[in-house]
């Protein structure tokens, strides 16, 4: 930057001695500071003695560099192949492959056009990240086929290294990323690669490369956690709402002699008033245990209907009561003898004289926290208190206790209410702004309870 400046500090002091005359074929113009002038619209400048400044020159432009450059040339039909290639715009292209349905027919289609749009494949990272996306709305997110499909969208035997050196330092990052980014979606949905997954990764990447790397641990561990779960859920959860709670009860029971029950099948009936009655499905569990918990519950202690609470399975979630009591003060406990010969082999209870070293901790305590006897479980669709009495009038066949108890409902705002919560918007309630008739307006309106509470005796 400073060797043009110096330049023309040294010109301008050997003009200082010589008169002002325009170099032959310049295009500089340097005049005397009286007769000087600047043109109007001329690209010339001007030097004083006086004031020290740098001379000014005019600048030329070469006939090969014109102002006003043409366009550049374009092929014929070459705006279908520039198109964008961000996230967005692969995005609007599997919205418009897939208007009619969303299918792995249609995932796949959308594939096999962005392979044959370009053979170079400019824009493959992007369009991985965008179907990766995409896949739980195919319906396609556990499909291997469909995994190993995308990895084929990559080039092959472009960014495998050629030496160590480019191994060392992650021979095409951004790409790499992306295949680890695809293997790791595999493994969150636990799908399980095949030989195949493996052949196009080595000819992607190569066999020293952060893909194969993940692709050999979820070999690894993939087996060992297959069958850890005891209690497996199947990966298809039955359609039928009764088969659906038949599955779930049996699953928090968690005991072989518990007994599911179908209290009430889902069906529709019509009133002598040609009105339309949907009655919900009423599904119950109860253990032998549970049945003698309940007959040996006092009369005059009431039981509680308590619900709904959540349980998932998988990305389905249902809702189921209980029937418990409270809990047994402690002062009334009465610790019932055991009896030691129900097991020989397994006792359960062992009177150990345990030598312990003077060092041993023995401060560790767990809080045994009582929450009070649970005789029975039930799912339905509709959690209100019509159709859990109907539960308790079906309990009580098998358990006559029940006649004699009285029953507290404690139900939480739940689904219960989902299904009137449209209707009861284009009813007006009665409140501080539209108040009863005979009411007075200026009266306050008490809080509702969070549980609903009623006695059946």
């Known amino acids: 930057m400073r060797c043009p400046r110096c330049l023309l500090q040294l010109r301008a002091l050997r003009l200082q001695n010589q008169p002002c005359r325009p170099p032959a074929g310049s295009g500089a113009l340097i005049r005397s500071p009286q007769s000087c002038r600047l043109p109007a619209g001329s690209g010339a400048l001007i030097w004083s003695p006086a004031s020290g400044h740098q001379p000014w020159r005019t600048f030329h432009s070469s006939p090969a560099c014109p102002k006003n450059r043409p366009p550049p040339a374009r092929f014929v039909n070459e705006d279908h192949k520039t198109v964008g290639k961000s996230l967005a715009t692969h995005d609007d292209l599997f919205e418009q492959m897939a208007r009619e349905s969303r299918t792995k027919t249609t995932f796949n289609k959308v594939i096999d056009v962005f392979i044959r749009t370009d053979i170079r494949r400019r824009g493959h990272v992007e369009f991985i990240y965008a179907a990766l996306k995409k896949m739980p709305e195919f319906g396609v997110e556990k499909d291997v086929a469909v995994y190993n499909k995308l990895l084929d969208v990559f080039p092959k035997e472009v960014f495998v290294p050629r030496n160590f050196i ?119 569990v109860q253990s032998p245990d549970q049945k003698q918990l309940l007959a040996q519950h006092s009369p005059s202690k009431p039981v509680l209907v308590e619900g709904p609470f959540p349980l998932w399975l998988r990305k389905t979630c249902v809702h189921y009561y209980v029937l ?80 004699q108890v009285p029953t507290l409902f404690r139900l939480d705002p739940g689904p219960r209410e989902l299904r009137g919560a449209a209707e009861a918007d284009h009813i007006q309630r009665p409140g501080p702004e539209n108040p009863e008739p005979g009411e007075d307006a200026d009266a306050a309106v008490e809080e509702e309870p969070r549980r609903s509470q009623g006695m059946k005796r």
């Not at 979606?185 to 195949?196: A, H, I, K, L």
């Not at 493996?198 to 979820?218: A, D, T």
């Not at 009070?372 to 539960?391: E, H, I, K, R, Y």
Request: aromatic share 8%; hydrophobic share 30%; charged share 25%.
């Open 324 to 403: 418990r009591a409270d809990p047994t003060p402690p002062e009334q406990k009465v610790e019932e003898p055991y009896d030691p010969e129900r097991c020989l082999d397994y006792p359960l209870q062992l009177d150990l004289d345990l030598d312990r070293d003077l060092g041993d901790d023995e401060s560790f305590d767990v809080e045994d926290l009582d929450e009070g006897p649970v005789f029975a479980m039930c799912m339905t669709s509709q959690g209100d208190q019509a159709t859990l009495n109907q539960w308790i009038s079906g309990l009580q066949e098998d358990n006559p206790i029940l006649g």
């Open 166 to 284: 480019q191994r060392m330092f992650n021979h095409y990052p951004r790409q790499q990323e992306c295949g680890v980014q695809l293997l790791e979606q595999m493994e969150s949905y636990g799908v399980m690669p095949n030989v195949e997954t493996k052949v196009l990764l080595v000819q992607i990447f190569g066999e020293k490369s952060h893909p194969i790397r993940k692709y050999q641990r979820i070999m690894y561990w993939f087996p060992k956690f297959k069958h850890l779960d005891p209690f497996p859920v199947p990966q298809q959860l039955p359609e039928d709402p009764v088969d659906l709670a038949r599955l779930s009860l049996t699953r928090i029971a968690n005991d072989l002699d518990a007994r599911v029950t179908v209290y009430q099948l889902p069906c529709t009936d019509v009133t002598e008033s040609g009105e339309e009655i949907t009655r919900p499905h009423i599904v119950g």
